[in-house]
């Protein structure tokens, strides 16, 4: 509250695996423009510019917690972005230590997952303080 008007849990079944989460449906507002500004200034989902030389570890948990998922054990975070933007979050995640791996989709040219093999502690460290206990 006050910007989101409903919690759900929500489970995705791949295979004989059943996976839950909590998803939420946020409400429009004023106070949340400048961001979707940021991220959507051409009408089309972007990494900002100049997003690498400002993000920092509570950034990237709320990426993380927006896009993300443990992948064998691996951190991962799945997105839609072009090649430019991919760039730049490669770049932003390098600044905060990291050494991100991409991974494509084969079924989208957009889609891709950036995943940190042999890093969960490293980034566990960064996020950690800023994750909700449900993550």
Partial sequence: QPYTSKLYETTKKEG???YSGVSMVT??????????DLFYSSGVKQFPVDLAGRIS?????????????LNRG??????GLD????????????????????????RSET???IEFPGQRD???DLVGPHLHPSM
Avoid: E
């Fill in 16 to 18: 004989d695996k059943t």
């Fill in 111 to 113: 889609m891709v997952s």
């Fill in 57 to 69: 570890p509570l950034a990237l948990a709320v990426w993380y917690m927006d896009d993300g998922s």
């Fill in 27 to 36: 409400t429009g507002c004023r106070a949340l423009r400048g961001y979707y």
């Fill in 83 to 106: 090649q430019l933007s991919l760039d730049r979050a490669q770049a932003a995640l390098r600044k905060l230590g990291l050494r991100p791996v991409v991974h494509r989709d084969a």
């Fill in 74 to 79: 691996h951190p991962r975070i799945a997105f």
């Fill in 122 to 124: 490293l980034f566990m």
